[in-house]
């Protein structure tokens, strides 16, 4: 794991947060693995005990617990979910054996045929390697299962299990195919994580996003409009803009050139860049003209991308190796159709914004222009005051025939994000299958306050479309030659980033940041007069502040700011009318006494441009 150049703890405004333990995950710990393995048979048993019509189909262990799914006639309620969990109870206490059984295929599909579980027909049908595995618990039960799992149901602590939700989950993940009801659990190695992992859970739902956003008034959504579409407040759509032009700003620091590219595009562009062959289950149905237009495939898509629209600007006339690197930057918004579970707030929309560039240039430029990338990337971490990070070297897997273009050309992109990273000495790891369809990435996966991981920042290198779009640029001694890309986004969206900041921040944002970064509280009409010049003033540099004219009391127009999580609250009095004050309280610092106008809005633009507190 990468830590930022500063310590968590010492960045300005960083939110509080309470001593926390780790807690590993399962793709970290084969110990857990086994547990929540072990654990979800002992809960499949017990429904099936409970509920005799109960069809079993898949339960594998997720990083924080577990799931089955079941075909049953009746839905669980919360009352069955109790009484699941004491049958699981009674099951661990009798010590069964776990036990593992290889069997021939035919032996399998037999045993199956007995008990009358057509699910794990198809279970089996899905396993190619021989023999097949089963694990019993006792003589009472099995099931298909790969394992790993602990030797003895004794071996569970049932006071860190607990049973957590039901859901519903269509079979294979197709909504055509059975609805299911699946069982969420968790189970941990003592009690104290279970009750850590619950702490966490219900902070978690203090930082939703998603209440936070509706409470802060910065976006919502509308059933009218469509799911995963969100739609932004006056707050919201100015808390986007200031992420916009910070990023800009540093762009253009470092020769970026700002685009703007349309949100349509002809079906024929995405063939040439393979996404309408690789991506084309994610992209919006094409619109065509007629139905002959349909059949040929002769239509608009809503771009799903920005690289195809950014490739036309370079190609659009013949480029000397003098004007490279050229780098094309776009706020676009782009649109996939993901499937409707699969949404969640703002962290997973069909409608998002991505910070895109598109960077072009000379194979002899790309490790020094990538190490540049990375940079302005470091600099958005930190700028962000986001924690720790690792960084995934995402590669293709061989095996797969998900990717375009020549092994010449990955082993040339992926040797380059190797050499960066050893150039920065910066720890990582490999994920294999990870890579883009056109190339390999470096991914920066961030971890919140909850040491939730996220995805962030990107960059990827690309030798396939330029050759797929048969991009050129004249050499030095006037050959034409072929450019290298570099794709890359900082935010990755302005969407999922809003949406973590929110919840890392616990939507108490960082001075800077804030939608409204002061409020002014006169204690009564006879000092509005002063405290709208006071605000005049503060507007006149920048300051975004609010004045409450409400007329309530003192204590509620207090209040009412610290609900709203304003950072800076001014109380205007009588006495501050007269000796040109204002009555400061910070959320980061408390009460600061009276401070002189002026110095008050020194002290503002101080703190606001060097992402600081006031």
């Known amino acids: 794991m990468v ?77 069955d979910l109790k009484a699941i969990q004491k049958e699981m109870v009674k099951i661990i206490n009798r010590k069964l054996p776990v036990i593992r059984e290889e069997v021939s ?166 063939k040439t860049s393979g996404h309408w062959q690789k991506y084309k289950e994610d992209l919006f149905p094409m619109m065509a003209e007629d139905e002959e237009a349909a059949a040929k495939e002769q239509g608009f898509v809503l771009k799903a991308m920005n690289c195809p629209f950014h490739i036309q600007i370079y190609k659009s006339e013949l480029r000397s190796y003098r004007e490279l690197p050229i780098r094309l930057a776009e706020f676009g918004t782009v649109y996939r159709y993901e499937q409707s579970g699969e949404l969640g707030g703002l962290t997973r929309v069909r409608g998002f914004t991505q910070d895109d560039a598109h960077i072009f240039v000379t194979p002899e430029q790309l490790d020094n222009e990538f190490l540049n990338v990375v940079d302005l990337i470091l600099s958005v971490i930190k700028t962000l005051q986001l924690g720790n990070f690792k960084a995934r070297l995402s590669f293709r897997d061989p095996a797969s025939d998900k990717y375009i273009g020549s092994d010449e050309a990955w082993n040339q992109a992926e040797n380059a994000i190797r050499r960066a990273v050893e150039t920065l000495g910066m720890d990582h790891f490999e994920g294999i299958g990870e890579a883009a369809f056109y190339g390999p990435k470096l991914d920066f996966i961030v971890s919140d306050a909850l040491e939730r991981e996220w995805q962030l920042g990107t960059v990827q290198v690309d030798y396939n479309l330029p050759e797929r779009f048969d991009l050129e640029y004249v050499a030095e001694d006037g ?101 040109n004050t204002l009555s400061i309280r910070t959320r980061a610092s408390g009460e600061l006494g009276a401070i002189s106008v002026d110095e008050v809005l020194d002290k503002l633009k101080t703190a606001i441009a060097n992402f600081d507190n006031f």
Not at 513 to 540: C, I, S, W, Y
Request: glycine share 6%.
């Open 3 to 79: 830590q930022q150049p500063m310590s968590p703890n010492q960045v300005p405004n960083q939110p509080e947060q309470s001593a926390k333990m780790y807690l590993p995950r399962s793709s970290e710990s084969e110990n857990l693995k086994k547990i929540r393995h072990t654990a979800s048979h002992v809960m499949a048993m017990a429904v099936q005990k409970l509920f005799p019509k109960a069809q079993v189909t898949i339960g594998p262990w997720i990083d924080n617990g577990f799931y089955y799914d079941f075909d049953n006639p009746e839905p669980f309620s919360d009352k």
């Open 105 to 270: 295929r035919e032996e399998a599909q037999g045993r199956i045929q007995k008990i009358h579980e057509p699910y794990k027909l198809e279970i089996l049908a899905d396993i190619k390697k021989e023999p097949i595995t089963i694990y019993h618990l006792g003589n009472e039960w099995w099931d298909l299962c790969a394992g790993p799992h602990l030797e003895n149901t004794s071996e569970l602590n049932p006071k860190a299990i607990e049973l957590e939700s039901v859901a519903g989950a269509y079979w294979r993940g197709d909504e055509t195919k059975a609805q299911l009801q699946r069982i969420y659990a968790t189970a941990w190695e003592t009690p104290e994580q279970l009750a850590e992992y619950k702490r966490r859970k219900e902070e978690a739902l203090r930082r939703d996003h998603r209440k936070l956003g509706k409470e802060l008034g910065l976006f919502i959504f509308s059933d009218q409009v469509g799911p995963g579409l969100p739609l932004w407040t006056p707050k919201g759509t100015l808390l986007r803009s200031i992420l916009e032009d910070f990023l800009k700003q540093e762009q253009l620091k470092r020769g970026y050139q700002q685009v703007v590219t349309p949100h349509i595009g002809r079906v024929d562009l995405f």
């Open 479 to 579: 050959s034409r030659k072929r450019p290298v890309m570099i794709h890359r986004a900082p935010f990755g969206s302005l969407e999922r980033l809003i949406g973590i900041l929110i919840e890392e921040y616990a939507g108490d944002f960082p001075l800077w940041l804030a939608p409204v970064q002061a409020r002014l509280l006169p204690v009564g009409e006879a000092q509005l007069d002063f405290t709208q010049n006071v605000a005049a003033k503060m507007r006149a540099f920048g300051i975004r502040v609010e004045v409450d004219n409400s007329g309530d009391r003192l204590g509620k127009l207090i209040r009412n700011a610290e609900k709203d999580k304003i950072p800076v609250m001014a109380v205007v009095g009588a006495k501050e009318v007269e000796t």
